[in-house]
């Protein structure tokens, strides 16, 4: 098992952890006070053929979405070249077909990084919040600052990389990772799941990312197991 605190591995039998001394919770057997603490340990439910159907929907919907981009791109400027008196054919197409290369190559890179990823193991190493400013300009010239807060996420793998989770303006997953805790990247699904769930009130799904409440056994929205 993991410590919690600081993601050393500790013998099962240990009480204590060897690395920060931190006491070790267990969850309580079955009928025992405590029983309902929540789910410890990385869920086998990664394993439930819907999320690898899951995967195989996305890469199908990335490739479709892309060539629907690119044809639009390329007759669409073709059309311009053909009618327009700012561009003209073959120039104009030559645009387009640059243009739809580059939505084919954008998914074709998606495609392939979520073939390419892999399931490895990490601990919290620590959070951050900060305010930062983006700069708007709008169609009539003007130009407005807005600020926003930017919530992130260190992960450290136990190889010694460091993967960061940033979201704008939503504290939820900020909220969600503990520093210390140990957690688990998917493969093909770019998501992390918890080690230790003990007094979760939601989970996100590890496939869509949609928060849901630890009751649950699968995603309200996609279906997929919750891995708990």
């Not at 390419?116 to 700069?135: A, L, Y």
């Not at 009539?140 to 600052?145: A, F, H, I, L, Y």
């Not at 957690?183 to 093909?188: C, E, F, L, S, Y």
Request: overall charge positive; proline content about 4%.
């Amino acid at each position: 098992m993991y410590c919690p605190n600081c993601g050393a591995f500790v013998p099962e039998d240990a009480r204590f952890c060897k690395t920060c001394g931190k006491e070790l919770r267990r969850p309580a057997p079955a009928g025992e006070a405590g029983a309902d603490r929540g789910p410890v340990g990385f869920s086998a439910k990664i394993n439930d053929p819907a999320f690898a159907r899951y995967i195989r929907n996305n890469n199908r919907w990335s490739a479709v979405f892309a060539v629907i981009l690119a044809a639009a791109a390329v007759v669409g400027f073709y059309i311009a070249g053909e009618v327009s008196s700012e561009m003209e054919n073959p120039g104009s197409l030559c645009i387009g077909l640059g243009i739809g290369g580059m939505f084919l190559t954008i998914a074709l890179f998606q495609i392939l990084g979520r073939k390419r990823s892999t399931t490895w193991d990490g601990v919290v190493e620590d959070k951050t919040v900060k305010k930062k400013t983006e700069r708007h300009t709008y169609g009539d010239g003007d130009v407005s600052d807005q600020n926003y807060l930017e919530y992130t996420v260190v992960i450290r793998s136990d190889r010694g990389k460091r993967y960061s989770i940033r979201v704008k303006n939503d504290d939820t997953m900020y909220r969600y990772y503990r520093i210390g805790d140990r957690v688990r990247h998917h493969a093909g699904l770019n998501s992390y799941e918890k080690y230790d769930k003990t007094g979760d009130r939601f989970i996100p799904c590890a496939a869509c990312g949609t928060i849901c409440d630890i009751k649950d056994e699968v995603c309200r929205r996609c279906k997929c197991p919750l891995l708990k």
